[in-house]
């Protein structure tokens, strides 16, 4: 009763945690019928002399090991960092012993110190990537100086020790090596999941804003004409009441009320103007940038619309969506310069005939130098308060290619940041007439 208690207590559940119980147990079988087969087939068939007693006994304490977790603990149980590299730790150290009694570094299987490393390399935290990194290597420098001969027909092999020590360091280099590159590699994977994971969460909820200002729009635009009639009509009873009758007061307040409801739809319809799906699904360029930078223009500073022809162009202003991922963007980067300018924010809108820029320039400090490069990459953060993810800018840059868009960041010379925002033309302009997105970029590493 006491040891089920303790088991209970010791319950290796986490509902967050990095691999299912299920996963190391399946690998753990995969790894005992390998050596089980390996035993048998050298001893009884190639014919050498191998202590059966002492390795089948240790390949049989981990297939016990491996039922007892498998009626302890449901198979779909997530394994907390610690529980896991535990499991990881013994496999090691089961594989230690199985090859200290079969011949040491000499045994062709000593490569499989690597397995549960580059394992844990995937799934665990730094810490306990190095601490089972090192356990491994503690452990190929134990059997290289204590195991038993290698199983040889007739007298021992003896390799000289020139090659020994060779082989020592090739296993401890590449347990380094892979574990290093692996827990690289898997750590950016997941940064990059994870990123990727809260630009949707952006996306959607400026997807759910648009929404609302379709709807916002809807509304103003069936609501618009009923109100007009309505305040028609009590304004000509006003009109016909006689001066002192008990009703003037009651219809002066009833045409302020009505005409107070027709301001409200009209700032509704202000804020939802540009919706895909309402009769403003198109606006021009510069509308859009002004619609994207009205959020974020704070009292103590000024944001300023510049729009122009580039060169000696004499194209019409485009007009575009008002697309979700446009509007969060080039928001999100006008946020940025705002935060970090002194007293002025400038949205420069151009176009000609084959290309349409946005460039927001602040006079702020500019950009580090040192992250210049790195601008646009996920957790690359120019400030150093708490809290921040350094996700913004991604975030902003990832949407805006989404529309086919190329954002460049720089440094101005006279001081300040610039981001530059360059559309194809045809290619801004068809985003409201496909009422689609070009195809979104996957995740990689």
């Given at each position: 009763?006491?040891?089920?208690?303790?088991?209970?207590?010791?319950?290796?559940?986490?509902?967050?945690?990095?691999?299912?119980?299920?996963?190391?147990?399946?690998?753990?079988?995969?790894?005992?019928?390998?050596?089980?087969?390996?035993?048998?087939?050298?001893?009884?068939?190639?014919?050498?002399?191998?202590?059966?007693?002492?390795?089948?006994?240790?390949?049989?304490?981990?297939?016990?090991?491996?039922?007892?977790?498998?009626?302890?603990?449901?198979?779909?149980?997530?394994?907390?960092d610690?529980?896991?590299?535990?499991?990881?730790?013994?496999?090691?150290i089961q594989l230690s012993v199985l090859l200290a009694l079969t011949g040491g570094l000499q045994n062709p299987f000593a490569l499989l110190f690597v397995v549960p490393v580059t394992v844990a390399a995937t799934i665990l935290s730094l810490r306990s990537t190095v601490v089972l990194c090192t356990l491994a290597l503690v452990?190929?420098?134990?059997?290289?100086?204590?195991?038993?001969?290698?199983?040889?027909?007739?007298?021992?092999?003896?390799?000289?020790?020139?090659?020994?020590?060779?082989?020592?360091?090739?296993?401890?280099?590449?347990?380094?090596?892979?574990?290093?590159?692996?827990?690289?590699?898997?750590?950016?994977?997941?940064?990059?999941?994870?990123?990727?994971?809260?630009?949707?969460?952006?996306l959607a909820k400026e997807q759910r804003l648009s929404a609302l200002?379709?709807?916002?729009?809807?509304?103003?635009?069936?609501?618009?004409?009923?109100?007009?009639?309505?305040?028609?009509?009590?304004?000509?009873?006003?009109?016909?009441?006689?001066?002192?009758?008990?009703?003037?007061?009651?219809?002066?307040?009833?045409?302020?009320?009505?005409?107070?409801c027709r301001e409200i739809l009209g700032r509704l319809s202000?804020?939802?103007?540009?919706?895909?799906?309402?009769?403003?699904g198109r606006l021009p360029v510069s509308a859009l940038a002004e619609a994207a930078a009205a959020p974020h223009r704070p009292r103590e500073r000024r944001v300023v619309i510049l729009p122009q022809a580039l060169g000696h162009s004499t194209a019409l202003e485009p007009e575009t969506a008002r697309r979700a991922e446009i509007m969060h963007g080039l928001g999100n980067l006008v946020e940025n310069a705002v935060e970090f300018s002194r007293v002025v924010v400038e949205l420069h809108v151009g176009w000609d005939d084959k290309q349409v820029t946005i460039d927001v320039l602040d006079d702020g400090p500019g950009f580090p130098p040192g992250l210049?490069?790195?601008?646009?990459?996920?957790?690359v953060s120019t400030r150093r308060e708490a809290?921040?993810?350094?996700?913004?800018?991604?975030?902003?840059?990832?949407?805006?290619?989404r529309?086919?868009?190329?954002?460049?960041?720089?440094?101005?010379?006279?001081?300040?940041?610039?981001v530059s925002v360059a559309w194809p033309r045809a290619v801004l302009e068809s985003l409201a007439a496909e009422g689609r997105l070009l195809s979104p970029p996957k995740p990689t590493a």
């Open positions: 009763m006491e040891i089920a208690n303790w088991l209970e207590t010791r319950s290796p559940r986490a509902p967050g945690g990095p691999i299912r119980l299920r996963t190391l147990i399946l690998i753990r079988w995969v790894a005992i019928s390998g050596q089980l087969v390996s035993l048998l087939a050298v001893h009884f068939s190639l014919g050498f002399e191998l202590p059966l007693l002492l390795t089948l006994g240790a390949v049989g304490l981990s297939a016990l090991v491996n039922v007892l977790s498998t009626a302890l603990w449901p198979p779909q149980t997530r394994l907390g610690t529980d896991a590299a535990l499991y990881l730790g013994y496999d090691v452990c190929i420098s134990l059997v290289a100086i204590f195991h038993w001969p290698l199983p040889w027909d007739g007298s021992p092999l003896v390799l000289p020790p020139v090659y020994m020590t060779g082989l020592w360091a090739a296993l401890v280099l590449g347990t380094v090596f892979i574990a290093a590159y692996i827990f690289r590699v898997s750590a950016e994977a997941r940064r990059m999941s994870d990123a990727y994971d809260a630009l949707q969460s952006a200002g379709a709807l916002s729009a809807a509304a103003a635009h069936e609501l618009g004409t009923p109100l007009s009639t309505i305040l028609l009509v009590t304004k000509e009873i006003a009109r016909e009441l006689p001066a002192g009758s008990p009703l003037a007061h009651d219809m002066r307040l009833l045409v302020e009320q009505t005409a107070r202000g804020l939802s103007q540009g919706a895909l799906d309402s009769p403003f210049l490069a790195e601008l646009g990459e996920p957790y809290g921040r993810l350094g996700l913004g800018l991604f975030i902003a840059k990832t949407l805006l290619e529309t086919g868009a190329e954002i460049i960041f720089r440094n101005r010379q006279g001081g300040g940041a610039q």
